[in-house]
């Protein structure tokens, strides 16, 4: 018989003795079968007691011996082996009550870890529900819609508002498209006649004819789909962690049991000492805990797909990020406003939003958020017209006003010269606003970091995970700039979804790995990882399907918890599991020197299964979490500052604006920008800076450890009240000599400067540090 007709054999055997649904049954069958046995016992009838206890232990050993074969197939011996020859020894022996006992622990210990392995389907639903399966195809006679597979090369196709583009294709037309499916890139793209376009990216704006310059299996996205079922088909499962443990387990009770026997020549000592050395503590401590740490995680707003994938997460050593979505929100956020000379950044802000109102663009729908949480009156806008690629156009308060992109033949002041070099350094997007036709002031736009990234990436880093990778779709230059202030161990940038999958089976070679992500595009090297893990709040259906864990809440720190939780629970089923061994290791001494027979040995395996659950069940206990709890007073204050911090943020553009309005041209109207930043300092932020020393700080205090952990922070306090200070003595000389002398400008302009500067880091520190403690 060959290797192979024997593993055959094999499978076919393991497969007709053991169902899925199995140990639930076998629980039933074999509790039943003790019960009525006891019964029996009591009412005198040993013979039938006998009966129902052999039959509830023959009951088990044909799904034992079908677990058995599973594990030989794979490769292993395991808890199974012992299981079986227990069993099969109190059989053997007439020991019917120590074999009715040991299959109720059997089947316990199963129906546990069957309940905490059992994966959900890495299906690919979302995948292929969203693929399109038509195309509307352009001809002579038309337009005609056709099958997906009957697209040809160089056929011109049409692809209308929302539709998804159906195969790889060059625009014929100008496009507005949505890529964020392939590069987790949230803002829009727009693409001009003879740019290519890939499929799976949403058309944003109005129809556009393509051109196809390949077939449905050749594009892109068809090629998504059989990345994510290849990676996925490459997940080994995991090897039990019982088993692990039995590799040296097994041998010492085989080689005990057959000294036992040999020497005193009582087969019944050798039963006894299997019988004790079923590995129950194996079978109930890992799946308990693990349960435990299942039932713990999901409180916390963490989805685990099943017991492996906590067990893995607990080993990981490497953690593999993507970026949008994942370490930043996910959506454009005003970073600044800029003005041209004699305008006000405030104002620039209302007009640009109030002709946005209407429009459903990502970077619109920023601009009017951002000047809706900042307080500003906005217009309703007339005769509101959007070309997609160029904004919104419309009439507001009787000037025509345009937000988007500059004209071509707009001649562009000297300003805006500036506004380019920031929105390069910076990595942001800018939408311009033009009034009456002349550019009148820029809104930059990106996509920020989240506040609780640093805080999950140093709780990371002390759990042990000693390798901290991005890998992302976007552009080199953000990517690698939110990675300087994560302090990333590397960066990968502009990958396609089959670079990642090669980058996650790289780390992997070296060590457990973790994958996170939250785009359809990262749904194939979720699968690929060790671990998956989908931001599955936001995030596309396709990636909480190819993960093996889901963030259900819209907060990476849940990340951090995770993985402390997966250490905690894993740490104390390995507890368990040494310590219930010891035990039985004493007891199967005992048992060999003839001191327990094997009914008397199978009780005290229930009553060290008793101690092992009771040691498990301490992973459903609230381990060290990485958000601090706060009191609800703390909460609260949170919120309010954290809402003052965007009606604040104004106050740190004037601040800025005030500074170049002095480099520019040190007149008059400089010196009214500064007073007018002078008030607002003096009437906002200097109030909010002394209820935040005041209010805020000694809430956090007892939280943190002590007012020692907000020391540095109160320094900031004093900092940003000192220059308030300074500027308005600045002020004071200034009115006193009729105007800004030649001798104060050096140092006003570091004082506003140097001001904007603490405020934006003073800000950005609160927000990682305190604010993010609040759910």
């Not at 019964?39 to 005198?44: K, P, R, Y």
């Not at 396609?496 to 780390?507: F, G, H, L, S």
């Not at 740490?571 to 310590?579: C, E, N, P, T, W």
Request: charge should be negative; proline fraction near 5%; glycine fraction near 8%.
């Amino acid at each position: 018989m060959t290797r192979s007709t024997f593993t055959a054999r094999l499978r076919r055997l393991a497969a007709a003795l053991v169902s899925p649904r199995l140990e639930p049954v076998l629980l039933a069958v074999t509790a039943a079968a003790l019960a009525l046995g006891g019964i029996a016992w009591f009412m005198e009838a040993r013979d039938r007691a006998d009966l129902f206890w052999g039959l509830g232990t023959l009951a088990a050993v044909v799904p034992a011996v079908g677990w058995m074969i599973g594990a030989l197939r794979h490769g292993r011996t395991g808890v199974d082996l012992v299981a079986v020859l227990a069993l099969g020894g109190t059989l053997a022996v007439h020991e019917y009550l120590a074999g009715a006992l040991i299959a109720l622990m059997l089947a316990t210990g199963r129906t546990l870890e069957a309940a905490a392995q059992r994966r959900a389907s890495h299906d690919l639903h979302a995948l292929l529900e969203r693929a399109p399966r038509s195309a509307r195809r352009r001809t002579g006679a038309g337009v005609t819609t056709v099958p997906l597979a009957e697209v040809a090369v160089g056929d011109l196709l049409v692809v209308g508002p929302g539709e998804v583009v159906p195969v790889d294709g060059r625009a014929e037309s100008a496009a507005s498209l949505d890529e964020s499916v392939l590069t987790g890139e949230p803002l829009q793209v727009e693409r001009a006649p003879g740019e290519p376009v890939r499929s799976g990216v949403v058309n944003a704006a109005g129809a556009f004819e393509l051109r196809a310059t390949a077939t449905e299996q050749d594009s892109t996205y068809a090629g998504i789909v059989r990345l994510a079922q290849q990676a996925g088909a490459e997940s080994a499962p995991v090897v039990r962690l019982a088993d692990r443990y039995a590799a040296w387990f097994l041998p010492l009770a085989l080689v005990v049991a057959g000294l036992a026997w040999l020497i005193s020549g009582d087969a019944v000592r050798a039963v006894a000492v299997l019988v004790v050395a079923t590995p129950c503590p194996l079978l109930l401590a890992a799946p308990v805990a693990i349960i435990s740490g299942l039932s713990r995680a999901s409180r916390l707003g963490v989805v685990i797909r099943d017991g492996g994938a906590l067990e893995n997460l607990g080993r990981a050593r490497t953690l593999l990020l993507d970026k949008t979505g994942t370490l930043t929100r996910g959506r454009p956020h005003l970073l600044d406003v800029i003005a041209a000379p004699g305008v006000k950044p405030a104002e620039v802000l209302r007009l640009a939003a109030s002709a946005d109102q209407y429009s459903p663009h990502v970077l619109a729908r920023a601009v009017v958020e951002a000047a809706r949480s900042r307080g500003l009156a906005l217009s309703l806008p007339t005769d509101v017209t959007e070309e997609h690629g160029r904004g919104a156009t419309g009439t507001v308060d009787g000037r025509r006003i345009s937000v988007g992109q500059i004209d071509a033949g707009t001649p562009r002041p000297a300003w805006a010269k500036a506004v380019d070099n920031r929105a390069l350094l910076d990595g942001a997007a800018i939408a311009w606003l033009t009034v009456d036709g002349v550019p009148t002031g820029a809104v930059l736009l990106r996509d920020p970091l989240r506040h609780d990234a640093p805080r999950t990436l140093r709780h990371l880093r002390s759990a042990g995970i000693d390798r901290l990778l991005m890998l992302t779709g976007d552009r080199a230059a953000p990517a690698h700039e939110v990675a300087a202030v994560l302090g990333l161990d590397g960066v990968r940038a502009e990958l396609t979804p089959a670079d990642k999958v090669a980058a996650v089976r790289a780390e992997r070679a070296h060590a457990v790995t973790v994958m996170v992500g939250d785009g359809v595009n990262d749904a194939p090297a979720l699968a690929a990882a060790d671990i998956g893990v989908a931001m599955g709040a936001r995030g596309s259906t396709a990636s909480s399907e190819a993960a093996d864990i889901v963030l259900t809440a819209d907060r990476v720190d849940r990340l951090a918890d995770a993985v402390t939780l997966a250490q905690r629970a894993r740490r104390i089923a390995v507890q368990s599991a040494l310590g219930g061994m010891l035990m039985s290791l004493a007891a199967m001494v005992a048992a060999a020197f003839g001191q327990l027979p094997p009914a008397a040995g199978a009780l005290l395996q229930e009553g060290i299964d008793i101690a092992v659950i009771l040691n498990a069940l301490r992973a459903l206990r609230v381990g060290q979490a990485a958000r601090p709890a706060l009191s609800p007073a703390a909460e609260a204050l949170i919120r309010r500052f954290a809402a003052e911090h965007d009606d604040l943020q104004d106050v740190v553009v004037s601040v800025r604006d005030a500074a170049d309005r002095l480099s520019d041209s040190p007149g008059p109207t400089a010196l009214g920008a500064v007073e007018e930043t002078h008030r607002l300092l003096t009437e906002r932020l200097l109030p909010h800076e002394y209820a935040e020393e005041h209010e805020l700080y000694p809430a956090l205090a007892p939280t943190l450890g002590g007012p020692e952990a907000t020391a540095t922070m109160s320094r900031a306090h004093t900092e940003i009240e000192r220059l308030s200070r300074r500027i308005a003595t600045h002020l004071e000389l200034a009115h006193a000599d009729g105007g800004l002398s030649a001798e104060q400008l050096d140092d006003l302009r570091s004082c506003l400067y140097g001001l904007h500067t603490v405020l934006r880091l003073h800000f950005a520190q609160e927000e990682e540090n305190y604010f993010s403690l609040a759910p």
